[in-house]
């Protein structure tokens, strides 16, 4: 991957660290220790009251929770990202995942842009705050019209002078009822569109004409879920985040993060579905119980292969969409099974049940299951934009349904990983979907069974009906 200058990227560690330290065992007790003392005995208040208190954020500031991926010279305790890795690894087991989600998301998001790709000035003037806890960071780049696809996003800065004008909104964002300063990417130019002409900005929470709205969810009940409106929001030249060097590079600087969110999201996936199995422990049938062990497991070595290789320096996008998408779809089955397991007493509100609702929260935040596999394709050599060309095609037409199914035994198609493809290929007389087969699939479809190229629309039709 492509690294400008002055991004603080994780540093090549010792290859025969081969994980864990017993620094990092001391450090995971450590830790395991203060979220029993400090979050365990409070959730179901803060459940009840749909906030992780602003003190909390403090305690973890003195614990150093935040600290551990920036070094001493900003006031972090690291840069360690194993250690950070440990942290996500706790937090995911702390019983409640918003609690986990708004802690995460200011010691990831936020705050972590303004580190790797701030200005020494911002880096100053806010990250030292933030690792102490003292102020409450958030990321805003989803919005009401682009969520998966980042490049589609529609809030503006414009110039005025020397200063940005900024307009537009961003939904879903965590900690965005609460945040102190928030990092949002807006269009600088329109122009390059999304790719080329994306910057970040630093809003606070006083800069007049921004606003917040919490977001009611189904998990993460915990955390601020919040929609954020813009509104002219005047902000001086120094907000634009990383300066004129980054101006126009907010793609990059999403898509360079991610790799580390996602890991994040895995590792605490993965330790949250153990809570759950050791829990749900006996009620499960020793079959379902020693599966669920063993994906657990295979989850686990998964998403330890892209911690590995992420803390070496290695590119390692394909492994953390992969372990993103396992470890987040097998905590909810995890979950499922568990209160399957445990009967009507599973639907009470309590442990089990919160446990889903914040489980199934884990496939859509950080990019979708559906996304990961499309960055998982991309990975294998799928030519870009193929699948999503088709994929938009399908929503298009409706069919969004078939990227919930598993994939088909059989695809006739020539091209890897289309699902699209099987339905239209299916042998004579087998049920079909015809809305979900694009035109460009009917050509090569019409192809295989001795069409001509481009067939007349008789042999078009024909070719659905048979
Ligand atoms: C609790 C929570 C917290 C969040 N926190 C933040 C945050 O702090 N900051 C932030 O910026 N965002 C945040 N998000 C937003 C999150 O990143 C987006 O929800 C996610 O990227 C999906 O975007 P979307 O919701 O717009 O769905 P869409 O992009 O509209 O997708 C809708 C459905 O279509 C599918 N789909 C879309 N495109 C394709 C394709 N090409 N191929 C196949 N299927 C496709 C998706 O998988 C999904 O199932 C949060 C979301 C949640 C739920």
């Given at each position: 991957m492509t690294n400008p200058a002055g991004w603080a990227d994780p540093p090549a560690l010792d290859p025969a660290y081969d994980l864990w330290t017993s620094e990092h065992d001391a450090l995971r007790a450590q830790v395991a220790a203060w979220i029993a003392e400090q979050i365990v005995p409070h959730v179901e208040t803060w459940e009840l009251t749909g906030a992780t208190p602003r003190e909390l954020f403090s305690e973890a500031g003195r614990a150093g929770i935040f600290g551990w991926k920036l070094p001493a010279s900003i006031g972090g305790n690291g840069p360690d990202f194993l250690a950070d890795a440990v942290i996500a690894e706790e937090l995911g087991a702390c019983g409640a995942g918003g609690v986990a989600a708004a802690l995460g998301a200011h010691k990831d998001l936020g705050p972590y842009y303004i580190w790797r790709f701030g200005t020494d000035e911002q880096r100053a003037a806010y990250v030292p705050r933030f690792l102490r806890g003292e102020l409450i960071g958030a990321l805003g780049v989803t919005e009401p019209d682009a969520g998966s696809d980042v490049a589609g996003?529609?809030?503006?800065?414009?110039?005025?002078?020397?200063?940005?004008?900024?307009?537009?909104?961003?939904?879903?964002?965590?900690?965005?009822?609460?945040?102190?300063?928030?990092?949002?990417?807006?269009?600088?130019?329109?122009?390059?569109?999304?790719?080329?002409?994306?910057?970040?900005?630093?809003?606070?929470?006083?800069?007049?004409?921004?606003?917040?709205?919490?977001?009611?969810?189904?998990?993460?009940?915990?955390?601020?879920?919040?929609?954020?409106?813009?509104?002219?929001?005047?902000?001086?030249?120094?907000?634009?985040?990383?300066?004129?060097?980054?101006?126009?590079?907010?793609?990059?600087?999403?898509?360079?993060?991610?790799?580390?969110?996602?890991?994040?999201?895995?590792?605490?996936?993965?330790?949250?579905?153990?809570?759950?199995?050791?829990?749900?422990?006996?009620?499960?049938?020793?079959?379902?119980?020693?599966?669920?062990?063993?994906?657990?497991?295979?989850?686990?070595?998964?998403?330890?292969?892209?911690?590995?290789?992420?803390?070496?320096?290695?590119?390692?996008?394909?492994?953390?969409?992969?372990?993103?998408?396992?470890?987040?779809?097998?905590?909810?089955r995890v979950c499922e099974a568990a209160l399957a397991a445990a009967g009507p007493a599973g639907l009470r509100a309590g442990r089990l049940e919160r446990a889903l609702r914040d489980a199934r929260l884990g496939p859509i935040g950080g990019g979708t299951t559906q996304i990961m596999k499309e960055v998982i394709g991309r990975g294998y050599g799928l030519q870009p934009g193929v699948l999503s060309r088709w994929t938009t095609q399908v929503r298009a037409l409706g069919c969004r349904s078939i990227w919930r199914d598993p994939p088909p035994a059989v695809c006739f198609c020539p091209l890897p990983l289309c699902w699209v493809g099987a339905r239209c290929c299916l042998p004579r007389g087998q049920p079909r979907r015809r809305r979900a087969c694009g035109s460009r699939h009917r050509r090569r479809c019409a192809q295989r069974r001795g069409a001509p190229r481009a067939g007349a629309p008789a042999q078009r039709r024909a070719h659905h009906r048979s």
């Open positions: 996003l529609r809030t503006r800065a414009v110039r005025d002078g020397s200063d940005w004008i900024l307009d537009g909104a961003k939904t879903f964002i965590t900690n965005g009822g609460w945040a102190d300063v928030l990092v949002i990417a807006a269009l600088t130019d329109p122009e390059k569109g999304g790719h080329h002409g994306l910057s970040l900005f630093l809003v606070e929470r006083a800069d007049p004409g921004f606003s917040s709205r919490r977001i009611s969810t189904l998990g993460w009940r915990t955390s601020s879920t919040a929609e954020l409106t813009f509104d002219a929001v005047r902000l001086p030249a120094d907000r634009l985040l990383g300066g004129v060097q980054m101006l126009d590079r907010g793609f990059a600087a999403i898509m360079h993060n991610f790799q580390w969110e996602r890991l994040g999201m895995a590792l605490g996936a993965v330790r949250a579905a153990s809570e759950i199995l050791a829990l749900a422990g006996a009620t499960l049938t020793p079959q379902v119980a020693t599966g669920l062990s063993a994906e657990v497991l295979a989850a686990r070595a998964l998403t330890y292969r892209a911690l590995r290789g992420y803390v070496a320096g290695q590119d390692m996008v394909r492994e953390t969409s992969m372990a993103k998408w396992y470890a987040c779809d097998l905590d909810v």
